[in-house]
């Protein structure tokens, strides 16, 4: 028979869903900044505006607190998933498909800050030697020197940067209904992207498109992770 889960299991899964948590709404917060600065106001009265959660979880509540805690529970406190959205306007985006790129660009674009500012963090930790380089697992990317609050910084600076990471490279895939579908229109001319909105906008197609991000992630994201943690680590010495 398997133990239950732990106490620790417990403590870090409370680390695991605030980080994803506040990342989630902070994604969804850019996007609804930027639309709002593009002229679309949706958002911003829906409460999505904001970087309080609560507006994103009552919109969102599978994939902000079912999904998440379901995800940690079945991986055994390995990791934890999830998703939230933002309400737009279809008709802006038909006349402003170039503004609509860019709302759909503002969200991976804030999980890419919140990765960079945690790997600072990290790396500033690293080379003031308050952590050491303990990569033992997916998001256990440093330890301590000492235990309490530094451990504890430890434990979230590697969650949000690997999770963030993760959120940055998901998002960017140009299939619906992921952000990068919707970032295409910066490339595109604009009846094709507005001909890619209308089809993009099948529930058919998100399903498949879904389904072969799910399939292609891994492969995408190991060697960036790799790269990432290499520069984490450049020139720190392992313990």
């Known amino acids: 028979m398997e133990e239950p889960l732990g106490i620790d299991v417990l403590v870090l899964g409370a680390a695991w869903y605030v980080v994803l ?8 917060a850019a996007h609804a900044f930027a639309a709002l600065r ?4 949706t958002a911003y ?5 904001s970087l309080d959660p609560i507006p994103h979880i009552r919109r969102e509540p599978l994939g902000t607190v079912v999904f998440p805690l379901l995800a940690y529970a079945l991986s ?16 802006w985006a038909s006349h ?3 503004r609509a790129a860019w709302m759909s660009l503002a969200g991976p674009a804030a999980n890419l800050l919140l990765a960079v500012a945690a790997g600072a963090a990290l790396r500033a930790g690293l080379q003031a030697g308050v952590f050491l380089p303990e990569p033992v697992g997916f998001a256990h990317l440093v330890g301590a020197v000492d235990g309490g609050v530094a451990a504890a910084a430890a434990t979230l600076l590697s969650i949000a ?8 490279v998901f998002n960017l895939f140009p299939l619906p209904p992921l952000d990068g579908a919707g970032a295409l229109g910066l490339v595109l001319p604009e009846d094709a992207t507005r001909r890619l909105q209308e089809w993009f906008a099948s529930p058919g197609i998100a399903l498949a498109g879904l389904l072969v991000v799910w399939l292609l992630f891994p492969r995408v994201f190991a060697p960036v992770h ?9 020139g720190v010495t392992p313990s």
């Open 21 to 28: 948590l506040f990342s989630l709404t902070v994604h969804e």
């Open 38 to 41: 593009g002229g679309d106001r």
């Open 45 to 49: 009265l829906g409460g999505q505006a």
């Open 76 to 91: 055994g406190g390995a990791w934890m998933f999830g998703w939230a959205s933002t309400p737009f306007d279809p008709v």
């Open 96 to 98: 402003h498909p170039r």
């Open 161 to 168: 940067f690997t999770l963030n990471l993760v959120l940055f």
């Open 226 to 234: 790799l790269a990432a943690l290499q520069f984490l680590y450049a």
